[in-house]
């Protein structure tokens, strides 16, 4: 068993790890997951003692605290009751030694092999790890990466050690190396305590019964490893899985704004969160229970930012919507997908006040919004269907951006051309006076589209609603709109609803797909499970009958 109690380790007067508590079973694989510089290595370090002098808190082998052995006792104690493989392999492997010796160094070295036993160990080892007899005899220079990464990966299981710590372990191989090498490390590991650290997600996934967040050395999430990947519920959690490549992931891949800062006041995530509020930069959560889940997050998770209820419109004897119930959450896209007619647009204009309610109830985050509540018709903003109709021709762009701040009251005039252009800017079109005193007509779809974005943006919204945003552009002006939507939502950590016919362009920009029909709700879900594994036939239609660039026909070439 290894246990961690409020361990911090700290280089030059900085803390990289600042009060990690742990607790890993004797037949338990824990993944810890984080970006570069999360502290991941460094914990590792830690458990092995190298980095006595340095640490401060409680680390138990067993009945052993790591920090008080002496370092004749932790070299009898590494190699023997825990072993670690290593992530730089050019920094671990000696290059005046072949690596059948290095690694049956440590069996002999601790008396369990003789020589000869420890060599025929090793070859068997490298031989699990897709590295040949030959190769037993090869120095380390003469092995490419990955075939170094897997030497220090034979070398940790050498003597059988009843902990493991693997700090990215299959990151540098290749995909079928990785998928041989994981195989048979997930047998190897079986009965004993791992410690796994990696950005790989696929590899906790795989390895890991339970998996723990770091984020700027501390844990902010932690929980069973199936319920944490496919569910998250810190946003820093959901952030990693949302930039991490899958092949069911079907969405544009999205980082993370901004970077990692240490000794931030706070929550160390507050800086780049999009749900960040006044407490979040002043006090520094605890990690705290949440159903089955450990959180530290001020907010109790992602929340929603904004929530509909029970939805009903009718014109006449037509109901165009029955009873329809959505959830956006913070900082995520939710496309909402249906033919023409069936109630997308006049969802939009019902929640922005544009149409009365017939029944149902609207919530910015989870309070009740008033019809005429002005901070909410701040915090909410739309980009229309039609660039053309949705901006005063009599207007220039300048008047047409600056005038949402005008209606609100909002600053001074001088105040109001600064927020217009730093709007018009961050929608990457011209601030030249020329541009700036065009009105529409001058302009082409695009630069339309671009100035109602810019108009939305200028209230600095909190949820953005795209009716239809991209459908009256081509398809190279289309795609460019979308990146940019992307990237305003990344960088301004905006909940975007996104209304569309076409599931095709739902697929790549949406978290989650929402299908409308008859103005009813029929499915909803995860992008990447909707168009690989709809369940409802309207669903499965709409696949269908979407784009589809085929070269079917073309010749396939064999390269192999």
């Known amino acids: 068993m290894l246990k961690i109690e409020a361990l911090k380790i700290g280089f030059n007067g900085r803390d990289i790890l600042q009060g990690i508590d742990l607790e890993i079973g004797d037949e338990e694989c824990l993944a810890i997951i984080g ?25 138990f082998l067993g009945d052993a605290d790591v920090l008080s052995l002496t370092e004749e006792q932790l070299r009898r104690l590494r190699g023997n009751k825990v072993a670690m493989a290593f992530q730089s392999a050019q920094n671990q492997l ?42 037993s005899s090869f120095y380390p220079h003469q092995l490419s990466g990955g075939e170094q990464q897997r030497v220090l990966i034979a070398m940790a299981l050498a003597n059988d050690s009843d902990t493991l710590i693997l700090d990215e372990p ?9 998928r041989r090498v994981m195989a048979f490390l997930q047998k190897a590991v079986s009965g004993r305590t791992v410690l796994l650290t990696t950005h790989d997600l696929t590899t906790a996934a795989q390895m890991a019964t339970r998996v723990a967040t770091l984020y700027g050395g501390r844990i902010v999430e932690f929980g069973p490893a199936a319920d944490v990947l496919s569910n998250p519920c810190h946003p820093y959690t959901r952030a990693l899985i949302r930039s991490y490549p899958l092949m069911s992931t079907v969405k544009d891949l999205q980082g993370i704004k901004g970077r990692m800062e240490r000794q931030v006041k706070g929550c160390p995530f507050h800086p780049r969160c999009t749900q960040a509020i006044k407490i979040c930069r002043e006090t520094t959560p605890q990690l705290k229970r949440y159903k089955e889940r450990l959180l530290a997050c001020h907010r109790g998770g992602i ?8 939805m009903s419109k009718s014109y006449g004897l037509l109901k165009v919507l029955d009873n329809v119930s959505l959830t956006l959450h913070h900082g995520e896209t939710l496309a909402l997908v249906g033919r023409s007619g069936s109630g997308k647009t006049t969802l939009a204009r019902m929640i922005t006040g544009m149409a009365d309610l017939d029944g149902g109830k609207i919530f910015l985050e989870a309070v009740l919004v008033e019809r ?27 008047e047409a951006v600056r005038e949402p701040l005008e209606i609100q009251g909002i600053g001074t005039k001088k105040d109001q051309d600064r927020m217009a252009l730093r709007a018009i800017e961050e929608v990457e079109l011209s601030t030249d006076r020329n541009f700036l005193d065009a009105y529409p007509h001058h302009l082409s779809g695009g630069e339309l589209q671009r100035v109602n974005i810019a108009r939305a943006l200028v209230l600095s919204p909190r949820v953005l609603i795209a009716d239809e945003a991209t459908a009256y552009l081509d398809p190279s002006i289309q795609s ?18 996104f209304i569309t016919h076409d599931i095709a362009v739902a697929r790549k920009i949406s978290d989650r797909i929402a299908v409308i029909l008859d103005g009813k709700i029929v499915e909803q ?15 499965q239609s ?15 070439l064999n390269l192999t």
């Open 35 to 59: 970006e570069s510089g999360a502290g991941k290595t460094t914990l590792g370090l830690g458990i092995m003692g190298l980095v006595n002098e340095k640490a401060r808190g409680r680390i």
């Open 94 to 135: 000696n290059p005046s030694h072949r690596i059948i010796d290095q690694i049956a160094e440590p069996m002999i070295a601790h008396g369990f092999k003789t020589k000869s036993q420890a060599r025929e160990k090793a070859i068997f080892l490298l031989g699990q790890m897709g590295l040949s007899k030959i190769k």
């Open 170 to 178: 299959v990151s540098s191989l290749d995909a079928v190396s990785r």
């Open 303 to 310: 929340i929603a930012a904004l929530e509909v209820t029970g």
């Open 372 to 398: 005429k509540d002005q901070a909410f018709h701040r915090a909410v903003q739309m980009v229309f269907q039609n660039p053309g109709e949705a901006l005063s021709h009599r207007l220039t762009v300048m």
């Open 480 to 497: 460019k709109i979308l990146k940019l939507l992307l990237n305003l939502q990344e960088n301004r950590g905006l909940s975007m609803l």
């Open 525 to 539: 879900g995860p992008s990447g499970l909707m168009v690989t594994n709809p369940s409802h036939a309207y669903t």
């Open 542 to 556: 709409l696949l269908k009958a979407s784009s589809d660039l085929s070269f079917g026909n073309e010749r396939r």
